[in-house]
């Protein structure tokens, strides 16, 4: 049996390769180094992109923020240099806009920020809220429940603490345990009563905050109708091809309504400063799109400039083997067996470097895998998926064959008299 | 002689050199039977590695009629062409042509591969050829490690595994010694009275003496011992 399925066909290729080791070897080496290199941009890449998106964990991506300040022009009637003050009228003209999804103010407290139980005292972060925050935030509750609309309309003095707070002001008891809802701390010396305890992706920080229904922080503290921010999602919790445009509809309605209630001028981008994390992220994204195709391109660059070596390889080898092809003619050959016995030779050589490329290659990834610290804020979960593994494959085994094509060809091309007689 | 097994007519053939062509075969006409054995003879350039390679379908030709066991050579694609060489001929080179990383036995099976015959097949086979032609004991021998004459042995071994009509030969004697010479001409001899026909080429007297029919060529053309 002869062709792509015979074994014999296969122990020739491998024979030949072998004949020179030095050049296979060196050959080989340059296709499993691009196939290596390929591996692990397409990896590093992978990490770089999990490591934006973990950055990114703490707040909804779909969010909008905004927060006052100073008016940097003159508008009807009202001078320059005027403080703007976000309020209650704000957070209703947000809600009522048709792309804004869950929608909170927050109001920090004024001066005394220390929390108590019994006697453990100490300074937290007081955020008053409404319900919406945890969406907005990534609250988790690990026990009880966030404020809810009842204990705003009620005013009730309740808290959700953050698990930091838990472990400092309970030390003996786990700060998932039930028995905590109910417990009484003291907010900057007024009572107030835990209703659920909560986790945050965004670490201890993030677990060292008191949240008070904004009501209840506003008649407790003096915060009257005012508030410090207002955050708004847009749109579905990861972004789809509609979210960049609702984030623009939503931002212009915000700045120009609230420029209106509080008479500025819309275009006055330091009396309502404005922080997009819907751009913001899409343009992350963008940037690792054109990171991943760069990847590619360079990853399949090495390939191909490894493959060109081994289409020169190739090209010697049938150039040295004239006569034995000649000769193989005589015997029977046709031109079709030529072809497919150097490119046999090609695939072999490719195949055999190309995956030991691609086995190193993804088991450095998984080493470093394994062995990076949780803390590394620029590479994060390294991995490459089937899909990309699926791919490589794929490319190695093809531009094996291309690289095998112009040599296969050349040697068939060769007539038989004229190859018996090649010194 | 009853149908020729090699049937030549008016075959011209032209080669082009640096623009200007070289007819190197001209109208020639010529017929070699079954069991025959034929020496082409003739000096240097007068075209007597051309008709052999025309005849082995190693080379094309511009015009005339070539017949192979009665079938047309004129304009066969390649894969009729292969399977004819695989099937009608055996060659027989100066320099042997052996593949140097392959032993006897796998050089002598070579041409079995086109025929998509088994290995276990092939091995017999190429075994029982080497055998026949007196190199039983140097199976395993690399081309490196055979002298000139076991070389020529096993290039003729390979040549008649296939078990072809004609057996073609190109200067078979051309790089070995005398008394080597003799034993493969020797061994020719015996397949010739096998009943294998038998086309040389040779510049040596006594190896065209010892066909039964010489062809003496000049300038392309057939000068003695054509029809």
Known sequence: MRG????????????????????????GFSVAWGVFMLVLLLAAGDGLENAMRWNYRDDAINSIWLQSGRTTQAHAGHPKGRRISLDDGDVELVEALPESGHVTGRYIPPGDTRIAHGSRVSTFDIRSTHPDHKHLEGTQL???????ERDLEQRRKVAVIGRRVATFLFPDTRPE???LVGAEVRVAGIVFTVVGVFADEGGEREESIVYLPITTAKA????????????????????????LAAADRAIASVRTG????????????????????VHAYADVQAVFVWLRRFTWMVGLGTVLAAMVGVGNTLLISVKERTRELGLRRALGARRSDLVGMVLQEALLLVSVAGWGGLVAGVGLVELVRRNLSEDNGYLRDPDIDLLSVGVAVVAIVVSGV????????????IPPVVALQDE | MTTPLIHLRALDKTYRTGGRPLHVLRSLDLDIGAGESVAIVGSSGSGKSTLLNVIGLLDEFDSGTYLLDGRDAQGLDDATAARMRNELLGFVFQSFHLLPDKDAVDNVALPLVYRDTPRRERMDRARQMLARVGLGDRLDHLPSQLSGGQKQRVAIARALVTEPRVL?????????????SREILALLDEIVADGKTLVLVTHEAEVAARMQRTIRLHDGSIVDGGD
């Open chain 1, 142 to 148: 690990i026990t009880g429940r966030f404020i809810s």
């Open chain 1, 402 to 413: 291309l690289a095998g094509v112009v040599p296969a060809w050349r040697a068939a091309a």
């Open chain 1, 220 to 243: 407790a503290f003096g915060g009257r109708d005012h508030i410090d921010q207002l955050m708004f999602t847009v749109g579905p919790p990861e972004l789809d091809a509609a979210s």
């Open chain 2, 168 to 180: 073609l030969a190109d200067e078979p004697t051309g790089a070995l010694d005398s008394s080597t």
């Open chain 1, 177 to 179: 345990a039930p028995e």
């Open chain 1, 258 to 277: 609230i420029a209106a209630r509080h008479g500025f001028s819309p275009t006055d981008r330091a009396a309502l400063r404005v922080r997009d994390r």
């Open chain 1, 4 to 27: 792509w399925r015979s074994f014999d066909g296969w122990v020739d290729a491998l024979s030949q390769v072998m004949a020179r080791p030095l050049r296979a070897g060196l050959t």
